[in-house]
């Protein structure tokens, strides 16, 4: 990885590093086709595609069983880190259930919320190149906690299922299993076929295939967000272990060959130890060629910033997926950056930590998306309803507040709603 400093960015290197996206629209046409056969033919489409996509023959789409199966078949470590990762993702997700409540105001006004969860939700679970059994606790286990009835999950079908996803996908508590991928899934969720259950929502992240299909039937149904290529920023400063920003960064290249991996720090040697690490490191890598080409892309590289200040700033601006902290004044830096999926502090706080099992959830906004919202997180999955109760007297005081401006919107059958209440 090369140093660039900062300030010397030019407007196609800037493009580079914030036009992030998710790639979907080179595939949109196909998407769009396959979604509206799934609609209109159902498991004979979903079927098809199966086959043509993932090169499987897939008779029952239902494999609910199987996962229950896989559980006791599973090494006992694995299920004993499947099993510690579930609990400290329940355990987070627990902790943000929100309380109904309602409070009586002094003029008469009773006002409240209350909170109810969906009913039925798709989860899709990555399978193919890479299988991702943390993403079914991710996506699973927050929908379950708000008290969804249905969870269904829909993962890539496979000559030889992963056992370790679907064990994984029947301790996260899923009510129904379909080896499904790609668009098609998408689509059968968000319309049901003869054996999927139509569901409210389509949560999870994908390929641009999956994501092309959120995009699709969004509106027809629910999504949690569109999410591109998984990213990294590290801000770090002339404290930070050029060995751990390193770590972190390859980790995260490893994902994707389109994922962005960007370091920024105001010490020049800092950044220079911080890129020699790099190339040093992903040498030794299992997936090697996939990590150097996303660190060699131009959305990746070592920044060099000219003071902590435009650091900051800089990672403000990014809106990372993955913001770690690596400073001897992390908590200041924290303070001034608003926009961020995940934050990790310090550094024993590897990205790797959320990704598994910390508890927090790996489900986030990429490409600028954390500036609007959130991760996947027990909200997701819940409705608010308002609640309101008024007696005779905080009507009253509130009767000419509500006709005056009924009146001035040309809404006089509003107006007449209250006056009605104090006709002799």
Same mark, same amino acid.
């Given at each position: 990885?090369?140093?660039?400093?900062?300030?010397?960015?030019?407007?196609?290197?800037?493009?580079?590093?914030?036009?992030?996206?998710?790639?979907?629209?080179?595939?949109?046409?196909?998407?769009?086709?396959?979604?509206?056969?799934?609609?209109?033919?159902?498991?004979?489409?979903?079927?098809?595609?199966?086959?043509?996509?993932?090169?499987?023959?897939?008779?029952?789409?239902?494999?609910?069983?199987?996962?229950?199966?896989?559980?006791?078949?599973?090494?006992?470590?694995?299920?004993?880190?499947?099993?510690?990762?579930?609990?400290?993702?329940?355990?987070?997700?627990?902790?943000?259930?929100?309380?109904?409540?309602?409070?009586?105001?002094?003029?008469?006004?009773?006002?409240?919320?209350?909170?109810?969860?969906?009913?039925?939700?798709?989860?899709?679970?990555?399978?193919?190149?890479?299988?991702?059994?943390?993403?079914?606790?991710?996506?699973?286990?927050?929908?379950? !906690? =708000?008290?969804? @009835?249905?969870?269904?999950? %829909?993962?890539?079908? &496979?000559?030889?299922?992963?056992?370790? $996803?679907?064990? +994984?996908?029947?301790?996260?508590?899923?009510?129904?299993?379909?080896?499904?991928?790609?668009?098609?899934?998408?689509?059968?969720?968000?319309?049901?076929?003869?054996?999927?259950?139509?569901?409210?929502?389509?949560?999870?992240?994908?390929?641009?295939?999956?994501?092309?299909?959120?995009?699709?039937?969004?509106?027809?149904?629910?999504?949690?967000?569109?999410?591109?290529?998984?990213?990294?920023?590290?801000?770090?400063?002339?404290?930070?272990?050029?060995?751990?920003?390193?770590?972190?960064? !390859? =980790?995260?290249? @490893?994902?994707?060959?389109? %994922?962005?991996?960007? &370091?920024?720090?105001?010490?020049?040697? $800092?950044?220079? +130890?911080?890129?020699?690490?790099?190339?040093?490191?992903?040498?030794?890598?299992?997936?090697?060629?996939?990590?150097?080409?996303?660190?060699?892309?131009?959305?990746?590289?070592?920044?060099?910033?000219?003071?902590?200040?435009?650091?900051?700033?800089?990672?403000?601006?990014?809106?990372?997926?993955?913001?770690?902290?690596?400073?001897?004044?992390?908590?200041?830096?924290?303070?001034?950056?608003?926009?961020?999926?995940?934050?990790?502090?310090?550094?024993?706080?590897?990205?790797?930590?959320?990704?598994?099992?910390?508890?927090?959830?790996?489900?986030?906004?990429?490409?600028?998306?954390?500036?609007?919202?959130?991760?996947?997180?027990?909200?997701?999955?819940?409705?608010?309803?308002?609640?309101?109760?008024?007696?005779?007297?905080?009507?009253?005081?509130?009767?000419?507040?509500?006709?005056?401006?009924?009146?001035?919107?040309?809404?006089?059958?509003?107006?007449?709603?209250?006056?009605?209440?104090?006709?002799?």
């Amino acid at each position: 990885m090369n140093v660039r400093k900062l300030a010397d960015l030019g407007p196609d290197d800037r493009r580079a590093l914030f036009d992030r996206d998710a790639g979907i629209e080179g595939v949109r046409e196909d998407v769009r086709d396959i979604v509206s056969r799934v609609r209109e033919e159902g498991d004979v489409a979903v079927r098809e595609f199966c086959e043509e996509f993932d090169g499987v023959s897939v008779g029952n789409l239902d494999i609910t069983d199987e996962a229950e199966r896989a559980y006791d078949e599973i090494d006992d470590g694995i299920r004993e880190a499947i099993e510690t990762a579930a609990e400290n993702v329940r355990e987070f997700h627990e902790a943000q259930l929100p309380d109904d409540w309602r409070r009586e105001f002094a003029d008469g006004r009773e006002l409240g919320r209350r909170f109810r969860p969906l009913e039925r939700v798709g989860v899709y679970v990555p399978g193919g190149a890479a299988a991702y059994p943390s993403s079914a606790l991710m996506g699973v286990i927050p929908a379950k !906690v =708000a008290g969804v @009835e249905q969870v269904a999950v %829909a993962t890539p079908p &496979a000559e030889e299922m992963n056992p370790v $996803t679907l064990a +994984a996908i029947h301790v996260a508590g899923a009510d129904a299993v379909f080896n499904v991928g790609g668009a098609q899934a998408v689509a059968a969720l968000a319309y049901g076929t003869e054996q999927v259950d139509r569901v409210q929502k389509v949560v999870g992240p994908g390929n641009k295939w999956v994501t092309a299909a959120k995009a699709e039937v969004q509106g027809d149904v629910a999504i949690d967000f569109l999410a591109g290529p998984s990213e990294v920023l590290v801000v770090a400063d002339d404290t930070a272990d050029p060995r751990l920003v390193a770590a972190d960064l !390859v =980790a995260q290249a @490893e994902h994707d060959p389109e %994922a962005s991996v960007v &370091a920024v720090t105001d010490d020049e040697d $800092t950044a220079e +130890a911080i890129a020699e690490e790099v190339e040093s490191q992903v040498e030794n890598r299992e997936r090697a060629d996939v990590a150097r080409k996303a660190l060699d892309g131009d959305e990746s590289g070592v920044l060099l910033a000219r003071s902590p200040s435009e650091a900051i700033l800089f990672a403000e601006e990014y809106a990372a997926e993955h913001l770690s902290i690596q400073a001897d004044d992390d908590e200041e830096i924290l303070d001034r950056i608003d926009s961020a999926g995940s934050v990790f502090l310090g550094p024993y706080t590897p990205v790797a930590a959320g990704d598994y099992a910390s508890g927090t959830n790996h489900v986030l906004p990429t490409n600028g998306g954390a500036k609007i919202t959130g991760g996947l997180s027990v909200d997701t999955f819940l409705r608010e309803t308002t609640v309101q109760r008024l007696d005779e007297g905080a009507l009253g005081d509130l009767s000419e507040t509500i006709t005056t401006l009924a009146e001035a919107e040309g809404l006089e059958a509003h107006a007449e709603s209250v006056r009605k209440r104090f006709e002799d």
